[in-house]
């Protein structure tokens, strides 16, 4: 069936550190989007990514449709980069939007 | 702040009694969403909406219905809540067309006693 998997599933670092995060899906996708879920529950959008390379401040993502993948960067971690990171992907060209979540990467970075 | 507005942002109801959450948006855009965040699990997206009186099913459609009578309103209805459906309901939009970036409403709490 649909897959999309994130790993690790849970990360903690240190203030300062890198981290890279991975999502991988089962079939060939139309639209790949990365969202930021802070501690108060408010989902972010992060990047809207189905193929290349976007880069925005300390954070930069990844996609390899071809391999079914995409990889999200967080440099220079700092602790507001807390909280939980999803992967959402749709996989069928229909003209409507209906994304399928990962079940997500908690990051806790600690000062 | 991508203008979108959820009400009630909490709601504790009794098993049984009909619910009904709204989104509000302030831009006129034509793509709205209903999705529910359950522990565990990413979103899963439960209806949507291509414009007025527009509206299709997602992933977990059973015991919700929507409706979608003004541009800016998308409204979902339990019509009779059941615990299964305690979960944080969000709503979302894509400005730019179907095939685009995603932007999320704050979320309503909802818990059937």
């Known amino acids: 069936g649909i897959q999309v998997e994130q790993s690790p599933p849970d990360l903690i670092l240190q203030e300062g550190a890198n981290s890279t995060l991975r999502c991988n899906f089962s079939d060939s996708v139309n639209n790949l989007q990365w969202f930021h879920q802070n501690p108060w529950g408010q989902l972010i959008n992060l990047f809207y990514?189905?193929?290349g390379t976007k880069q925005n401040g300390r954070l930069s993502a990844t996609t390899v449709a071809t391999e079914r993948y995409s990889l999200l960067y967080i440099s220079s971690s700092q602790t507001t980069d807390s909280g939980v990171y999803f992967c959402?992907?749709?996989?069928?060209?229909?003209?409507?939007?209906?994304?399928?979540f990962g079940t997500g990467t908690r990051l806790l970075v600690s000062p | 702040d991508a203008g979108i507005t959820q009400s009630p942002r909490h709601k504790v109801t009794e098993t049984g009694t009909p619910v009904t959450l709204r989104c509000h948006q302030t831009?006129?855009?034509?793509?709205m969403y209903w999705y529910r965040q359950d522990p565990g699990h990413g979103l899963r997206l439960i209806h949507y909406s291509y414009g007025v009186k527009d509206t299709d099913k997602g992933e977990v459609s059973d015991g919700y219905s929507v409706s979608r009578s003004k541009t800016e309103d998308f409204l979902l209805t339990l019509e009779s809540a059941t615990s299964s459906q305690t979960s944080v309901y969000f709503c979302a939009i894509t400005p730019g067309g179907a095939d685009t970036e995603a932007f999320f409403g704050q979320g309503t709490r909802l818990t059937v006693v």
């Open positions: 990514i189905p193929s």
């Open positions: 831009e006129n855009h034509r793509y």
């Open positions: 959402a992907v749709d996989f069928l060209n229909t003209g409507f939007q209906k994304l399928v």
